[in-house]
């Protein structure tokens, strides 16, 4: 199975873990969730919608991370699984 | 019940009015403790408690100048469950997460906490609702004024002291576990019932010392009053985040500007990274304008040290020492000065540091609109800390100044409403941020001195606005249900409620 990480679980930043699935799992655990969690969700949809995937598994470790870093982790954790061999 | 503010605050309490209120109140004065024969030396900790015949309800007091070190809150601690005393009052000067209480407030031993900062398991123990009595969380001036008083009545006061004498006076300059000065402990040591101090060093005769034995009823050694290394920490570091950094300039370039770094003048800073790099920042001015300064007050480190040494203060004044080359100064220096807490911070002291400063540099876990400052819990409602000297610094200081990054891991600074309010709006005058500084409205003097002013000045409401363009806005999380204690401004008065976290 491919997969691709990106980021740290540094404090304002996000680990991002990505494989390929038949369909489209989200999982999101955050030291912000009660807060941002549906925010966080929304971006990842967004993302995977403009980079043309449906079906996919993330799994997202989120330390307080903003909009921009969460949509460039998971761009990159994308881009590590299609050259994933 | 509401007070000024618009919070709630349980009934028969007083309420708070205003952070300048006390000037139409009274001093009040209990008799200081009477004069003490001969101190009492005993073999052990467990026969000095047994001594004092702690009973149900009594009130036991200490100081936190061992931080996370300390060992004699925990002995002590020991001993209460040992004898299963029950329905105790607790009222360190702070808690720390090493400090073993949990269990005594769950079995009921511990019902009732005065503290002015605590964080960790004992904080999150409170927050879950586990103790039966309430949380008091008082400032530091406003613990040596409730002590002073009356209203915190002291049974028995056990204060770890570095280094006593034969006679038993003590000191906290040398000695293996030196902290330096024992500011904290001051206002114990004059009206408690009992005084009894734990040393682990014992010496002949000390030159000087902060505690007399008067007032010492007995003296305790043990082994070990506190580890080191936890007692003082490392060397703070000036912080490297270049965010930390340019917030740093940007105050100095604000001070400037404002032109209060002239000679003769005086500050207060955190010991952070942060706090130090505005410490950095101002020196540098002061060094290129020849500026000598007049004091330096607060927790002191190690960079205020070398400020003294290069005689850019006449004075440090000292309630607690952060770290070792502090504690070596306190006690090599004389211009290193230790000063109590009730003459750092107590609104009635004539003088009080705070009351003679021109800045303070103070941090802030949520600010509102109106400026009020929480620093005493964070956005999901657990206790971080308390003011310490935040609401005596505000109040005094002719400047206030509160730096924070706008968010920190995307948890925004500004808010409508700040959870808990520490410290009130009317006595904080100014945020720096790395996107923009605000300037409270009421201060239209500081707003005409700034007119001109080449730092980028905003509404704090455009600031609130920045921040949820960058973070987005929060979901409210809302607050517990049941109090669990209050917050006692420096005059007595409460000026907020504590509530358990939603989150447990």
């Known amino acids: ?85 | 019940m509401k007070n000024s503010l618009n919070r709630e605050i349980p009934d028969g309490l007083k309420p708070f009015q205003s952070s300048s209120d006390f000037r139409h109140q009274e001093r009040r004065l209990i008799p200081e403790k009477s004069p003490v024969d001969q101190s009492l030396f005993y073999p052990s900790l467990e026969a000095a408690f047994l001594a004092m015949d702690i009973k149900p309800g009594m009130t036991l007091s200490f100081h936190h100048h061992l931080r996370s070190g300390d060992q004699v809150i925990n002995q002590v601690g020991e001993l209460i469950s040992k004898y299963d005393i029950k329905g105790l009052t607790l009222a360190p000067s702070s808690i720390f997460p090493e400090y073993r209480l949990s269990d005594l407030i769950i079995r009921q031993n511990i019902t009732q906490i005065v503290t002015s900062y605590l964080n960790g398991p004992v904080a999150d123990t409170i927050a879950k609702g586990h103790l039966a009595g309430e949380l008091i969380m008082q400032t530091h001036g406003g613990r040596a004024r409730a002590i002073e008083s009356g209203e915190l009545a002291i049974d028995v006061a056990f204060l770890a002291c570095p280094v006593v004498d034969k006679s038993g006076n003590g000191s906290g300059a040398y000695g293996k576990s030196a902290c330096g000065t024992l500011g904290y402990a001051c206002s114990d040591w004059r009206y408690a019932k009992k005084v009894i101090l734990v040393s682990d060093t014992l010496v002949d005769k000390l030159d000087s010392y902060q505690l007399d034995h008067s007032h010492v009823d007995g003296v305790v050694m043990v082994d070990s009053i506190g580890d080191p290394a936890g007692i003082v920490a490392g060397t703070t570091k000036i912080t490297r985040d270049p965010i930390g950094l340019k917030i740093a300039e940007d105050t100095a370039t604000l001070l400037t500007e404002l032109g209060v770094i002239r000679n003769g003048f005086s500050m207060q800073t955190g010991a952070g990274g942060t706090s130090l790099a505005v410490a950095d920042a101002v020196k540098k001015v002061m060094l290129k304008n020849q500026v000598k300064g007049k004091f330096a007050s607060g927790g002191i480190t190690g960079y205020y040290v070398d400020m003294l040494n290069q005689g850019l203060f006449e004075h440090l004044y000292d309630v607690q020492c952060f770290d070792l080359e502090a504690v070596e100064s306190y006690h090599k220096n004389k211009n290193h000065i230790g000063i109590s807490a009730s003459e750092y911070g107590n609104p009635f002291e004539n003088k009080s540091a705070v009351d003679r400063l021109d800045f303070v540099i103070l941090g802030a876990t949520e600010i509102d609109l109106d400026f009020n400052v929480n620093v005493t819990t964070d956005a999901f409602g657990k206790i971080i800390g308390g003011s310490g000297g935040h609401a005596d610094t505000a109040h005094g200081a002719k400047i206030t100044i509160i730096t924070s990054t706008l968010t920190k891991a995307r948890i925004p600074i500004i808010r409508e409403k700040v959870r808990t309010i520490t410290t009130p709006g009317s006595d904080v005058d100014i945020l720096v941020t790395e996107r923009g500084i605000a300037i409270n409205p009421l201060r239209t003097d500081l707003l005409e001195k700034l007119s001109h002013s080449r730092l980028k000045i905003m509404t704090i409401r455009e600031l609130l606005d920045l921040t949820y363009a960058i973070a987005g806005k929060p979901k409210e999380i809302p607050s517990g249900k049941k109090r669990i204690g209050y917050l006692e401004y420096r005059d007595g008065s409460v000026i907020d409620s504590l509530y358990d976290s939603p989150l447990y």
């Open chain 1, 1 to 85: 199975m491919k997969t691709g990480v990106a980021g740290t679980k540094e404090s304002n930043d996000a680990l991002i873990s990505v494989f390929e699935s038949d369909m489209l799992e989200i999982e999101i655990q955050s030291i912000v969730d009660l807060m941002y969690h549906d925010q966080i969700e929304k971006v990842i949809r967004e993302t995977l919608k403009e980079e043309h995937i449906q079906n996919i598994r993330v799994v997202c470790v989120d330390k307080g991370a903003l909009d921009y870093t969460i949509r460039a982790r998971l761009i990159t954790a994308l881009k590590r699984m299609k050259s994933d061999d």
